[in-house]
């Protein structure tokens, strides 16, 4: 079963604007992570925060992780049509298996 | 050359076949992962090794096996393909608990 719940499933924005997608999880955390997919491509990782962490910053990407509302939220700022992908949260659990499960996704489009 | 490679990168098959997909890594990663992608349901795991002798069941590992062969190479089979097995594979590689994974470029399988 999926940990991880993306919201909103898609996005549409115009360029230069600030995207912002959410994650909810369900259980305990090791780290949550971003994941970024071009259409039909590969995963490309794009942050991870620990469960101790509230904020992490990359280049115009800005992740926030709440654990006390098992939510995360990501921002890219100044958004460009490059941008343009859907965009997952996964999560790594507590349990000793280390497997890493993944959300549905957000679909995110850059509007020139 | 990518880090993770995988072939075929698509292949249209019919029902009861067999079919591999064949997976390799040059990042010297210990964990290998094979997922896949069905439109809107995200990432789900099949099976992924921690090393050439530990091999795991991941949430959909039924209709499916897989062999790793070495550390480099992780391979995943269709014992006799069914119709809704059609969808695009990924492996996946990683190295210690909980890190960022890093993906190939999937594997495009059709059953007809």
């Known amino acids: 079963s999926q940990q991880g719940e993306e919201d909103p499933q898609a996005l549409s924005i115009q360029e230069g604007e600030n995207a912002t997608m959410n994650c909810s999880y369900k259980t305990s955390i090791n780290n949550l992570q971003w994941y970024r997919q071009n259409s039909g491509r590969g995963l490309v990782h794009l942050i991870l925060i620990r469960s101790n962490e509230r904020e992490k910053h990359s280049g115009r990407l800005r992740v926030t992780l709440d654990t006390s509302k098992k939510s995360s939220s990501l921002l890219i700022t100044a958004s460009r049509a490059a941008d343009t992908a859907s965009y997952f949260c996964a999560t790594r659990t507590l349990n000793r298996d280390d497997k890493i499960i993944f959300g549905k996704g957000t679909r995110l489009h850059i509007l020139p | 050359d990518a880090d993770v490679t995988q072939t075929p990168r698509n292949r249209i098959t019919k029902t009861g076949k067999r079919i591999m997909l064949e997976c390799s890594q040059t990042?010297?990663?210990?964990?290998m992962y094979w997922y896949r992608q069905d439109p809107g349901l995200g990432l789900r795991l099949i099976y992924y090794s921690f090393d050439v002798k530990d091999i795991n069941k991941g949430e959909i590992s039924d209709g499916y096996s897989v062999s790793r062969q070495a550390q480099a190479k992780f391979s995943l089979s269709l014992e006799s393909a069914i119709p809704n097995q059609t969808a695009l594979y990924f492996c996946a590689t990683r190295q210690g608990f909980g890190n960022e994974q890093f993906f190939g470029p999937g594997t495009r399988l059709t059953v007809l």
């Open positions: 990042k010297g990663h210990d964990r």
